[in-house]
């Protein structure tokens, strides 16, 4: 909690290449969360570089999510927007909370597994601390709710975890955050493969509409995604391509899903297909409208990051302050 609000923090990958998945999954409905938190989104710059970047692509895709996220909706006077570098508690912090976490819990963590062994010749000692750095993102901003994809789940237990044994040691200093874990109802597969997750990082382009595919690209991914040999267009076990359609269309239309095999009655999957990317690209183009703007106006994408880095630094400062005066460090 922060003056009485509880708060809500998510960090994001600078990565312009957003799903249809995380749009309908998760992003679309951020804007909900002003409502009842005092939310923080941001960009985590500095968890980016624990694999190889080019620096030149990195500066630009850190404006790109920024302006993705503001586009989608997260309006930056109701959502604190901002970069992780720009706000130097985080990495000092997560020093202190290295001192805090067990070289056998990091062992642990699928995502370095993962990350260690698709990057052989990089295994950073940055890759193994990773949760170290997003547990001190989380607990700058006593959070109380963390929204994260079910492959975070893992890094916000951790984050409980150091959350507890610094508290044990030293009590009442950070509030213990429970992870927020984005409805498997909203899960969007991948075209390719219906039984598979819709994820950015598909080599199979056909399998994933991005938010910033054109019409025309967005319309030949729906009109060849997978489906199967019957033709009626209803919701039904071991119609995993069909289901998902459905669930697309009916995410991006409001249409449940007895209204969407009505207006397909007679219909055979063709058409289907036609609507379903029709309706996908009719839902984006305001969306990518507004990015295109935003993302013209560097200078106003500045004035949120310095404004976002402002607001987020007051917190963060308070809370390294009462970390560092707990632990013994000297204070002129
Ligand atoms: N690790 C998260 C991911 O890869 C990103 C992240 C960094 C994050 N810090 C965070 C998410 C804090 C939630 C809260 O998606």
Redesign the pocket.
């Known amino acids: 909690m922060l003056n009485d609000q509880l708060v809500s923090?998510?960090?994001?990958?600078p990565s312009g290449n957003l799903t249809i998945g995380n749009y309908l999954g998760a992003i679309k409905n951020f804007s909900l969360y002003s409502e009842k938190y005092k939310t923080f989104y941001?960009v985590?710059d500095e968890?980016a570089i624990t694999v190889r970047q080019v620096p030149a692509e990195l500066r630009r895709r850190t404006y790109e999510t920024l302006a993705l996220y503001i586009a989608c909706g997260l309006d930056p006077e109701k959502n604190t927007l901002y970069v992780?570098s720009h706000v130097h508690e985080h990495a000092e912090l997560a020093w202190i909370l290295n001192c805090f976490t067990m070289f056998g819990e990091l062992s642990r963590m699928t995502?370095f597994k993962d990350k260690s062994s698709k990057h052989s010749d990089n295994i950073n000692a940055g890759l193994f601390t990773?949760p170290a750095?997003?547990a001190a993102?989380?607990l700058l901003y006593q959070t109380d709710v963390?929204?994260?994809?079910i492959?975070?789940k893992q890094?916000?237990e951790l984050c409980r975890d150091i959350a507890e044994r610094f508290n044990q040691i030293h009590p009442d200093t950070f509030t213990v955050p429970d992870p927020i874990i984005n409805k498997s109802g909203m899960k969007i597969m991948s075209l390719a493969d219906p039984t598979k997750k819709m994820s950015k990082s598909d080599e199979n382009t056909n399998a994933v509409v991005y938010i910033l595919d054109d019409k025309d690209t967005i319309i030949r991914k729906f009109k060849r995604a997978v489906t199967d040999s019957d033709t009626c267009v209803s919701f039904a076990e071991g119609k995993d391509g069909i289901n998902n359609l459905m669930t697309i269309y009916s995410c991006f239309t409001g249409k449940t899903m007895e209204e969407i095999e009505k207006e397909f009655e007679g219909h055979g999957y063709g058409d289907f297909k036609l609507a379903v990317g029709e309706a996908c690209a009719a839902a984006l183009a305001p969306v990518q409208q507004k990015y295109k703007e935003i993302l013209a106006d560097k200078s106003y994408l500045e004035a949120q990051m310095k404004k976002g880095a402002e607001e987020a630094s007051y917190y963060a400062r308070r809370t390294l302050g009462k970390v560092q005066k707990k632990l013994g460090f000297v204070k002129l």
């Open positions: 923090y998510s960090g994001v990958q941001c985590v968890h992780q995502q990773y750095l997003m993102d989380i963390v929204p994260v994809g492959d975070q890094h916000v």
